[in-house]
């Protein structure tokens, strides 16, 4: 690669294919958002449905994140090292919830868990409200994110290959132990990504939210609603602060993963 | 591609602290579950003095407006107004599957008769003085400032080379407004209903965007697309007021849009008062100031809106109820037979 | 070259290396300390929860989040029985608005698969000023609520463009708004498989004589493949299910640029929730086979790592 005649012209067409697409368009947002300044900015998120909508977002994420981290790692170890009938279902049935449309998602968990849902009258009795509560923002938001992490971290396992864990239970290592020793360090690149995915996944999730949280502004209301609202009432400014808010919560997420990396990389680069 | 030989660790790394820890891995996946089960459980009773306000979403600046102010109010005072916004189609579907709410207000009836067919909303609703209204508007055309195409009346809409952006009638409601303000205006002026529907044809031929909402058309317009926008005259004002660069043409013919309320039949006393208040001179002329023509005579005598020469109602076409059936069934409504006889003729495959 | 801190020799267990020669009496008694880990019988037992408890897990968090959901719309599209069925599928705006985001979708996973490859190679055995905030970026097309990105795209490429292009109301706009939100996963499930390529197979290919284009084609490629397709899959199904971000700069007109979700979702406002349902069901299983014919060439393509 270092020698590659192509090195300088792919940098140039991959760095031009993201300018138009992705950094353009990030940038406007940045832009925007602190057009007017950086106090007109804060204003617009630090009133109080903002501020309860910033932490209803965080707390949604909080929880809906780690249960889908679990799952994906999970899955992503029975794939990867057990054959079993039906193996082929379960890995596309993970990457489904992308092709309902979040609407629908809202929709169909409002039929199972809603008032008059399939479990509509055993919520009702043990007085648990999911739909128009936080537990169905967190549904909604898990949903929509549930194949990031499987999908990152499956095809790392597949490409490392079960060499090193089998010599490790040969000389006695429990499943436990192999796991947190040999295959989550090897895994940890893929699984920060598929973390940060998930996370920036959750945190933009509009659709699916919208239905099943009612959007009770300062109740049930998260970021995303509040933007959509802010917009509504032709208040863009709000509009781009909160989706600013958003991006760098992303960001941050992705630099305490992938910060220790770095380290790996300069060794990388040393050893190459 | 295998992995042979095991590297040495890197020279003073010691491993635990480039590892992910794990353990704090599965202590934060079982806090994200406890945390979850907590959620579930019921938050305490609400107190008195809380009105579960679930509306359409263009009345959003306008109740906050208003909620203040009513606070300021004997009958208001200490009272906390819940509100929920959005679509007025989701929001009544909402209702009906258990959104706590105790004053509803929707963008037009049907919506407000789904509510009631699921017994939330007494039958008699409408039975007040003002027919169970609570504001009143029009279609509006929001054109460019200046209006460069000199758009003033329906037959200017389906001039070749004009772009009009209306909302998709299936997921608006303000879409519906739109097609019954010209479907009522071309029955205004002696056309047939077959001449009439000629003219809906015409009309969205020349539909350069149907958005799925209000606001987003409104949002699409803003952004440069079309020439004409149709709109309630509520919201257009309002855009205006926002210092949005746009005209609004008042139509010489074009329907009363009435937006129903309603309290549920579990509404606190708070939200029964809130109602009062919305009805009443004092709330009435808050209305008015944002944009909205009020239902009570007397107030709306204090304001000056545009009067259109032919003002018609959704009764004068069969009211809503035969209306929504006849034009916006997705499957077998007068619209849909429309957009599909355009779509065999211009669908380029 | 691997990516492994932890190798056998950490693990503390019978087994290991033994004291280095020249070691004091405590350092050897170090050394062979008994093993670190859970007693075997727990051990045991963890192995069988493992077995069986982990796929039930799996299995019931699926179910609640998706499985039960999905169910409950198949019953709800077919209440009304067959007929109603098919009567809401094959009604020509349905038709219509399945084959454009079918048509389109899979479009964009193949463009924005490549483009993800690309993109993933420089990022990782390219080096430049900027290389990481590149790398951070990408992934905040996801962050953004689709509502705003679909507002941004419409000012960058809608009829105010400063760019004096003009994709609003266009299938090329919505083609662009679909690869806004697919890239970060194109990009991402391809990185961390490459970054974990063991170079040393590539050196002794060349060394052997191989030109760099069949290392390419014979060594990298493939062995990327798999990740490749997993992002394609991702991008098709998410592509197939988006709507906030191409509802504005698609113009959403029916028989042109309406897709799915948009018809969808335009049923379930109109009291047709059964015939959204019912579009919803088959746009899902048409994905849905999608997604396993891709699931089957990625263990096609996957090189078996042991026996």
Redesign the interface.
Known sequence: ?KR?RW?LP??F???G??AL??????S??FYRAFQHGLGTAWDAITSTDALHALWLTF?VA??????N???GV??S??LARHR?PGA??????????????????G??????Y?????FGSWLNTH?????????GI??AS??VS???VV??V???L???????E???RT???????V????T???I????A??V??T???V?????AV??VS??????TET??LF???S????D?QS??V??VA??L???IV??LLTV?DR??DD???E?? | ???TT?HPS?PG?A?SR???P??R??A??A???S??AL????AGAQTGGTV?L?AY??P??AYSVLATDFAKTKAGAGVTV?????PSG?QAT?VV????ADLVNFSLEPDMAKVVKAGLVSSSWDKGSTKGMVTDSIVSFVVRPGNPKHITTWADLVKSGVQVITPNVFSSGSAKWNIMAAYGAEIQQGKTPAQAQQYLSKLLHNAVAQPSSA?AA??TFLSGQGDVLLDYEDDAL??KS?G?PVDIITPPQTILIQNPIAVTKTASPAAKAFLAYLLSPAGQTVWGQQGYRPVLPSVAAKFKFPQPKTLFTIDHLGGWTSVNTKFFDPQTGIVAKVEQSLGVSTASG | ?T??????G??G???APPAPAGSRPEQRRWHRRP????HPAL?AA??MA?RIG??A???T??S???????A??A??AFSGGWGAFWRAITQPEAVAALELTLGISAAVAAVNSV?GL??A??LV????RGKTL?S??????????????G???L??YGPNSPFHVDLAGTRLGIG?AL??VT???CV??V???L???D?ETEEAASSLGAS?RQVMGRVILP?LL??VL??A??A???A?????SIVLISGNIPFKTEV??SW??SL?QSDA?PA??AV?VV??TI??FV??VI??AR?RF?VP??V
């Open positions: 690669m590659s090195r792919l940098r067409a991959v760095l294919y993201l697409l992705v950094i353009l368009p990030v406007t947002v707390l909080a929880i809906a994140v780690p249960l981290t679990v799952f999970g899955v170890l029975i079993f082929w279902l379960l890995d596309a049935l993970v990457d489904i919830p992308l092709a309902i449309s979040p609407v629908v998602i929709l169909a968990l409002i039929l199972v809603g008032h008059t849902g399939w007085h648990i409200t999911v739909i128009y509560a936080v537990p967190v549904m898990a949903a549930l194949p990031y999908r990152e499956l095809p790392v597949q490409e490392i290959g079960t060499e090193q089998q010599a490790a000389l006695g290592a429990g499943p436990f132990t796991f947190r020793r040999i989550l360090p090897n940890r690149r893929g699984l990504y598929g940060t995915l996370t920036a996944r945190l933009g999730e509009f659709g919208a239905i009612g959007a009770v502004a300062g109740k970021l995303t933007i959509a609202d917009i509504d009432s032709l863009t509009a781009y909160g989706a958003l991006c919560a992303a960001l992705l630099t220790t380290k790996r060794w990388h680069k050893v190459a | 591609m295998q992995k095991p890197e790394d491993p480039t590892r992910l794990s353990r891995i599965t934060v996946g806090l994200a579950l945390a979850l959620t579930a459980l019921p579960n679930v979403s263009t959003k600046p819940s509100p929920s916004f959005g989701t909402s599957n258990g959104l706590p606001s409104l949002q309002y855009a926002k949005e | 070259m990516d492994v801190g932890a190798t056998v950490d693990l267990l019978p087994g093993p670190t880990g859970p051990a963890g192995r493992a982990g796929p897990l799996a299995v968090y699926l609640l989040l998706v499985l039960l959901p999905l409950a719309l019953t709800n483009a690309a993109i190679w420089v055995r390219d080096d430049f590149v951070a970026v990408i992934d905040l097309p996801f962050a953004l609520p689709t509502i705003v990105a507002l941004t795209l000012a960058l662009v690869a806004f890239l970060p996963f991402r499930s990185q961390p498989v970054a974990e390529l170079a760099r062995s798999p990740a997993a992002g899959g991702l098709f199904a998410r197939v299910g988006e709507y906030g799915a979700s969808i979702f379930s929730l959204a349902s919803s746009l899902v994905a849905l997604l396993i699931g089957w263990r996957n790592e042991t």
